[in-house]
């Protein structure tokens, strides 16, 4: 019988549809979304605590640039890798942030947190079901499966890293513990998904909301004070350390990706 979902596929990159807007899955994707989460946190973090700028100024500052580069991202008639991948890292800063006003500035419990965006997503693809009769990452090719698509994203994040912050910081797991936890739910789903049958829409997008507290948790083990249980890295290098890599293998998806049009 056919999944309700329509094809998905975590890891093996099928994407019968050449107007897709959003990239094949494939190993090159996990890794780039784990870098773009990792970075997220930091570059969160920097702007707020180092740069000085605070929750409030930041939000709002980040919000009206991830405005901008999603308007881009709509504009394109296909999927373009730099573009999309843009967005992907400052939808991880915007989600970050969104949380932490929550719960520093509003005073709202990571727990709430947690459960709040949880319903959020949870009304989300309901939503886009009801209207489309698909969540299929193949075929989010008209505008409306494509607003479905970022929505999800940005609550993603949001969820991510208050159940990350809860594990971590509530539940006094630390940064490596938290991690490895992560890390360890992670592989429990891509056997579920390679050996098991586990649909693989309902893999990906749970594996799409733990990479978030994965990377953020890495992140913090390397950017945080050695005092604070981390490697003391900071937030400028190590956000500049996975930049740089997010662009070489946007560099690169981007010629392979021309060359196969």
């Known amino acids: 019988m056919t999944s309700i979902y329509a094809r998905s596929d975590l890891i093996d990159g099928s994407n019968p549809n050449p107007l897709n807007k959003v990239p094949e899955v494939t190993a090159a994707f996990w890794l780039i979304k784990l870098m773009a989460v990792t970075m997220g946190e930091t570059a969160a973090d920097y702007l707020n605590v180092n740069l000085g700028l605070g929750l409030s100024t930041t939000s709002m500052m980040m919000s009206v640039i991830l405005i901008g580069t999603l308007a881009l991202q709509f504009s394109r008639s296909r999927y373009v890798p730099w573009t999309y991948w843009l967005n992907v ?116 997008w749970l594996v799409y909301i733990l990479t978030r507290p994965l990377g953020a948790s890495f992140g913090d083990l390397l950017s945080q004070p050695t005092d604070y249980g981390g490697m003391g890295f900071g937030t400028i290098l190590t956000s500049l350390g996975f930049l740089s890599v997010i662009a070489l293998i946007v560099v690169a998806m981007t010629i392979a990706h021309r060359q196969e049009r």
């Open 89 to 204: 890292v400052l939808i991880s800063v915007v989600g970050t942030l969104l949380t932490d006003n929550l719960v520093d500035n509003l005073g709202v419990s990571l727990v709430t947190c947690t459960i709040g965006f949880s319903l959020l997503l949870a009304g989300t693809f309901a939503a886009w079901f009801a209207t489309e009769g698909t969540l299929s990452i193949h075929d989010v090719d008209n505008t409306q499966r494509e607003t479905f698509y970022w929505l999800a994203i940005l609550f993603t994040f949001a969820l991510g890293t208050a159940a990350g912050d809860l594990v971590a910081e509530q539940f006094a797991l630390g940064y490596l513990a938290s991690g490895i936890l992560f890390g360890s739910v992670i592989a429990s789903l891509a056997i579920g998904y390679f050996f098991l049958g586990l649909d693989g829409i309902l893999a990906f």
